[in-house]
């Protein structure tokens, strides 16, 4: 059972333009979010995080927008460059709850970024 | 400082062997967590490691094991392996504060023929 979605395979964006990836999740112990960018033949990045506690969270070009009533969040990529061009996964943990580290993960959004 | 490390970065081997995958965390960081990506089912959660114990487990069967040592180097085993174990198979590691990021190696790319 999927309890972190992303229901977009792939995305195209151009060059910049917003980026905005989504993500949804069906736990509602998950109280920690993140996302990670991967290149092929590399291991995933973190890029941003945010807790239950906020609904927003920046850095720089990348902000992460979470909804709990919704359990959605997205990530939002302003401007677009394309050295963005990679899979985005979003992942969640329950730590507060059951003090576990384990991530679940979404089976992640291909963006590519057209010059 | 160093990132995660993970060797070997590729390995074959046929149905029925057995195979040891090595990671070494950040300098500093306790905790140890493997995962299995494969094109169909993403990043699945294998275990966790902390201070040489295995705190939390995900669903995978027996022949999927795990330990870490004293420097907190980790090393995940697979035994009797089957077609289906050809995946990549990342390490994590974290300090473990509350909240905090995993960092993940590059990878081992296991296939079984």
């Known amino acids: 059972d999927q309890q972190v979605k992303q229901n977009s395979p792939s995305l195209s964006v151009q060059e910049g333009r917003i980026s905005i990836l989504n993500c949804d999740y069906t736990?509602?112990?998950?109280?920690?979010f993140l996302w990670y960018k991967k290149y092929p033949a590399e291991g995933p990045t973190f890029l941003i995080s945010?807790?239950?506690?906020?609904d927003k969270n920046e850095d720089g070009r990348f902000t992460v927008f979470l909804n709990k009533s919704a359990k959605h969040l997205s990530l939002h990529i302003v401007p677009s460059q394309p050295g963005d061009s990679a899979v985005y996964f979003c992942a969640a943990s329950a730590r507060m709850g059951t003090g576990a580290n384990n991530l679940f993960f979404g089976t992640g959004t291909r963006l590519t970024v057209i010059p | 400082k160093a990132g995660v490390t993970q060797t070997p970065r590729y390995l074959i081997k046929t149905r029925g062997q057995q195979v040891t995958l090595s990671c070494s965390p950040i300098?500093?960081?306790?905790?140890v967590s493997w995962y299995q990506q494969t094109p169909g089912q993403g990043l699945q959660f294998l275990f966790e490691y902390f201070s040489e114990t295995q705190r939390n487990k995900g669903n995978f069967p027996g022949r999927f094991s795990g330990r870490q040592f004293s420097n907190s180097r980790s090393e995940m085993n697979v035994s009797t392996l089957e077609l289906g174990d050809s995946a990549l198979y990342l390490c994590a590691s974290s300090s473990d504060r509350l909240n905090n990021e995993q960092f993940f190696g590059p990878g081992t790319r296991l296939t079984v023929l």
């Open positions: 300098s500093g960081h306790r905790s």
């Open positions: 945010i807790s239950s506690i906020k």
């Open positions: 736990n509602s112990m998950f109280d920690y």
